[in-house]
């Protein structure tokens, strides 16, 4: 499989020998030696139906295959990068969050409410399953991990949400006083609790 490293802070390397991953369309910001670049679709696991699920919400998760020989460099609008290794297990990604893919994954798209306001915007999640690497983007600086434990569940603003990894369930906080404390009132219905185990990762900036 195609390997990625962490070129810098905000840009991933993508090394080809005779393979192929899957990166967000537009991210390629140089690239060296005998590669090709197609399209892959929505990356959604069920085709034309993630598709749909895609546009309905406005949130294209519009994917190209690079495959070949040589580096491809990656990055998105300055955010800074991760990679995370896959071992045969599940990560839930913000589906603007994920710059690229590589090895045996699978990924699908999952609706997991509504992010309330006036627009009523759909929030759906990129589940990749498998094993392989993945690399995230967050905005603002690098990603913050924080350990989710049934003594201590964690509650996160749904735009500073980036990704989940573990044994954790989703759910919804509707008491959201708190933002009008800190001046976020923003039109959010609502914030994400995580309960089990395993590690959340957040953005220090809101999208």
């Not at 603007?96 to 509504?114: E, I, K, R, Y």
């Not at 498998?130 to 905005?139: E, I, K, N, W």
């Not at 008491?175 to 953005?203: C, M, P, T, Y």
Request: aromatic share 6%; hydrophobic share 40%; with cysteine.
């Amino acid at each position: 499989m195609g390997r990625l490293l962490e070129k810098s802070t905000k840009v991933v390397e993508a090394q080809l020998a005779g393979t192929t991953i899957r990166a967000i369309q537009g991210s390629m910001i140089a690239y060296e030696g005998n590669v090709n670049f197609k399209s892959a679709g929505f990356g959604g696991g069920d085709g034309v139906l993630a598709g749909m699920k895609r546009r309905a919400t406005g949130e294209a998760l519009s994917l190209m295959e690079c495959s070949g020989h040589g580096v491809v460099y990656l990055a998105v609008g300055g955010q800074y990068v991760s990679v995370v290794d896959l071992a045969n297990e599940t990560l839930q990604v913000e589906s603007q969050q994920l710059l690229a893919l590589s090895g045996n994954l699978n990924t699908n798209v999952t609706f997991t409410g509504l992010r309330g306001g006036v627009g009523g915007q759909g929030l759906f999640t990129t589940t990749v399953s498998g094993q392989g690497q993945v690399a995230l983007l967050s905005a603002g600086g690098p990603l913050i991990h924080l350990e989710v434990s049934p003594q201590y569940p964690l509650v996160v603003d749904p735009d500073a949400f980036v990704s989940a990894r573990g044994q954790v369930t989703q759910s919804f906080v509707t008491d959201v006083s708190w933002r009008n404390a800190v001046g976020q009132g923003n039109g959010e219905a609502f914030s994400l609790k995580w309960d089990g185990h395993g590690v959340v990762s957040i953005q220090p900036a809101e999208r």
